[in-house]
């Protein structure tokens, strides 16, 4: 059993920066691949960034580059998404979530998702 649980939204100006968190709750198996998704109200999930659990080979969608960074700690089995130069846009519910098959697109644990919204 694994549950990802995610922190950190809330409510900031544009221009504004938060730091998510995903908690890695239980972890009884290996992971290859860790995403953040996203979805507005009224708007289909999108994806915003994703990391191997290894560390490497970080990936944005073209709207967040240079202005968020995912990150983790495998000792903590965390994983971070910070957010900088936040934009009306970005606001959204924020879900992390994670693979387990290489060969796969597909993600398939999920968290409960964290609210960001971000005033103008």
């Known amino acids: 059993q694994v549950q990802l649980v995610e922190s950190g939204g809330g409510l900031v100006q544009a221009g504004g920066s938060l730091r998510l968190t995903c908690a890695v709750l239980?972890?009884?198996?290996?992971?290859?691949?860790m995403g953040w998704f996203r979805q507005a109200p009224g708007k289909e999930r999108e994806f915003v960034a994703s990391i191997l659990w290894s560390g490497g080979s970080p990936n944005y969608v073209d709207s967040v580059k240079g202005r968020f960074t995912i990150s983790r700690d495998n000792a903590k089995n965390t994983v971070y998404l910070q957010m900088n130069n936040l934009k009306p846009e970005d606001t959204a519910v924020y879900y992390c979530?994670?693979?387990?098959?290489?060969?796969?697109?597909?993600?398939?644990?999920w968290g409960q998702g964290t609210q960001v919204t971000v005033s103008s």
């Open positions: 239980g972890r009884t198996l290996s992971f290859y691949r």
């Open positions: 979530a994670a693979r387990t098959e290489p060969m796969s697109q597909s993600y398939n644990y």
